[in-house]
């Protein structure tokens, strides 16, 4: 059974111009102990999906229809119907489902210590005592390589280098030991060589703590090392799913190939040039009727222009949303 | 070593910042930004700039356009706008230039930044922000000015009516090519691109540098790009420099850099960038801890406390930036002896 089963997720956002369909229609599901990856470019809904099995999706927003499924010791809850700040789903929040942002300067609170901000969490969720949950909060930071965290414990956010204040934010998150992790795009403010140090403490710490990880991020590089499973995004519908070696060795959707051939590769000779896909990304009010990448895509149809192609599945487990295959 | 073709010579270029502390404001340390490099820029080629965040490439940037004045050190531009009668070229010493040279040197040497969003004037229209380097020089007015605007427009891919449009009415990959055709109105010799992709989405990114690809063919121009992102870099360079805490710690024709690598900081960074193919199964190099801190950076090699070649006298001696052999430069003791991996070979 997956540990988290999402069907036909739409969240649309109310605005004054219009309703933005940010995400409309998304199936995924994540089994235990696995990852999967979320890629997409700005816009395409990745970061809307996560806040929406958050639950933290303000007004004007409104998660418009499907569910949202939680498989959490033998018991099967649907995020969709529980009330936002309702005790449920707080209980539910940082503490089965925890979250990881981009920013860590941004999403530590600057006036309170690491310590408070992650006691604060364990405090609330697990009912330990403040000596108790310090405690915790010190081995938490031990699991995730801060150096002498009797110390740091007790240091602001801004006493922190980037890379240890995201991994301040992997401790808080993973104090409850969650069962689900969604990192929003967790190392692209970090420099590399850092993120190389964050990305395999990732990959240790799922293993230790036996948590899955739904990883949101635009670098298909740090996809093909952190996820089982990926898929692609794009104008708010999932393109290409597929186990992360059929997306790398044989990209079904032309979205896909496109990404694939306007990254530069390490590998890459100079000479090569790269191709990129054509034009930009629509804006969201103004998608297109059919397929929403027919206008930039070099294998568009006539039938593209008006019908949206289902995600179908082209070879066995891999899917794909485009009329090449249906 | 002289090489005929080089527009611009940097020797020993260091920028230190003051850090100043008590009511007195007196000045307790200096952040050495950019401490001591070497470098030359050859007409027409693209060097590669690539460090962490912190290392001082977007300060080396900067001084060699002189929007920040350097603390020692050479920035030997030759410029063709103020060759004099019969030269091909006049040597200026940046640094050193008065505010006449200087304001002529500008229209040699532009920049482009890395947010599109912040660096264009939102009160502005996209024809005023392309014309006012033209307008500021003198080379166009009126109807000339327009049919300048427009040609660089259209160089880089915009359309003539996107004149009277502001900034905000684009995206993140149009704004990048208006500033792009700002810095391209004066004609300049050189332009320093300070992560000019950075902000951009995949796809987009793409079609930038296709484009500074072409526009580099089209006006001949030089450019120094200088990124974190070492596909980035090395798609486009012919040439990378790797920097290191203010330092230049390798500097090398790009596929002998890829093929190569000399110094152990660009073994560890080559193994850091995640790649796109789920079997690499390539064996990372653990940089341990961060970056340290400019102020007061570690005595001998300042790679030292993160390199896992380290020796005794690496801790107190300071190696010599040298040429290993074809036009390879290397800051270590041990470049002739150490046996790094390139990560690909192929």
């Known amino acids: ?326 | 070593m002289f090489h005929n073709n080089i527009l611009l010579e940097v020797k020993n270029l260091k920028k230190y910042f003051p850090v100043r502390k008590g009511i007195l404001r007196r000045v307790v340390a200096h952040v050495k930004a950019v401490d001591g490099i070497d470098m030359y820029i050859k007409e027409g080629e693209t060097l590669g700039l690539v460090g962490e965040s912190g290392c001082g490439k977007t300060t080396t940037g900067w001084t060699i356009l002189r929007m920040a004045n350097p603390t020692a050190g050479d920035i030997i531009f030759r410029s063709k706008k103020l060759a004099g009668p019969g030269e091909e070229y006049k040597e200026v010493d940046v640094g050193s230039a008065s505010r006449k040279q200087l304001k002529s040197l500008r229209r040699d040497m532009q920049i482009i930044f890395q947010d599109p969003y912040s660096s264009l004037n939102p009160r502005m229209t996209v024809g005023a922000i392309v014309g006012e380097p033209l307008l500021v020089h003198g080379t166009a007015q009126g109807s000339e000015l327009e049919d300048r605007v427009r040609y660089f427009l259209d160089a880089v891919g915009l359309k003539p009516d996107h004149m009277k449009r502001f900034p905000h009415e684009f995206s993140g990959g149009q704004r990048q090519r208006i500033m792009i055709a700002r810095a391209l109105s004066p004609e300049p010799q050189l332009i320093v691109a300070d992560e000019p992709v950075s902000a951009l989405d995949v796809s987009i990114q793409a079609q930038v540098l296709n484009l500074l690809e072409d526009l580099q063919k089209e006006f001949g121009l030089t450019y120094l790009f200088i990124a974190h992102d070492l596909s980035v870099v090395r798609y486009i360079s012919n040439r990378v420099a790797v920097m290191y805490l203010g330092k230049i710690v390798e500097l090398a024709e790009t596929d002998e850099l890829f093929a190569n690598p000399r110094h152990p900081y660009t073994e560890a960074l080559m193994s850091a960038v995640p790649v796109p193919d789920p079997d690499s199964n390539a064996e990372r190099i653990h940089l341990e801890g961060d970056v340290p801190s400019p102020v007061n950076p570690p005595p001998g090699c300042n790679f030292h406390p993160r390199c896992g070649y380290a020796q005794a006298i690496c801790k107190t001696d300071n190696p010599v930036y040298r040429d290993v052999g074809n036009n390879h430069f290397v800051t270590c003791h041990f470049a002739d002896s150490l046996n790094l991996r390139p990560l690909w070979t192929g």
């Not at chain 1, 995201?166 to 967790?186: N, T």
């Open chain 1, 1 to 326: 059974m997956p540990l988290l089963d999402v069907r036909n997720l739409k969240t649309y956002f109310y605005t004054e111009d219009g309703v933005v369909r940010a995400v409309d229609g998304v199936t995924f599901s994540i089994d235990p102990e696995r990852t999967l990856g979320v890629v997409g470019e700005s816009g395409c809904g990745k970061s809307v999906t996560a806040r929406a099995i958050m639950r933290l999706i303000q007004s004007p927003g409104k998660i418009e229809a499907g569910e949202i499924f939680l498989n959490h010791d033998g018991e099967t809850i649907d995020l969709t119907k529980l009330a936002p700040m309702g005790k449920k789903m707080r209980s539910i929040r940082g503490n089965k489902i925890a979250m990881i942002f981009q920013e860590p300067m941004t999403s530590l609170n600057p006036v309170y210590t690491i310590g408070n901000q992650i006691t604060e969490t364990i405090i609330l969720h697990q009912g330990l005592r403040k000596k108790e949950a310090r405690k915790r909060a010190i081995e938490m930071l031990t699991a995730v390589g801060i150096s002498s965290p009797e110390q740091r414990v007790d240091e602001y956010p801004h006493q922190l280098s980037g890379g240890m204040r995201q991994r301040a934010m992997i401790a808080m998150a993973l104090s409850c030991h969650p069962s689900l992790l969604i990192a929003d795009e967790p190392t692209t403010a970090l420099d590399v060589t850092i993120q190389a140090q964050v990305l395999d403490l990732m990959n240790d710490l799922r293993k230790k703590f036996r948590t899955s990880i739904l990883f949101i991020t635009h670098d298909l590089g740090v996809i093909a090392k952190m996820a089982d499973h990926v898929v692609v995004m794009y104008l708010g519908k999932i393109v290409e799913s597929a186990p992360v070696r059929g997306i790398f060795k044989d990209p079904k959707h032309p979205y896909t190939h496109g990404l694939m051939n306007s990254i530069p590769s390490l590998k890459m000779s100079r000479k090569k040039r790269l191709v990129p896909i054509k034009g930009i990304v629509p804006d969201l009010l103004e998608a297109p009727q059919g397929c929403g990448f027919e206008p930039r895509c070099p294998s568009a149809m006539e039938k593209c222009k008006a019908h949206i192609p289902p995600l179908k599945e082209v070879t066995p487990n891999h899917l794909a949303a485009c009329w090449l295959y249906a």
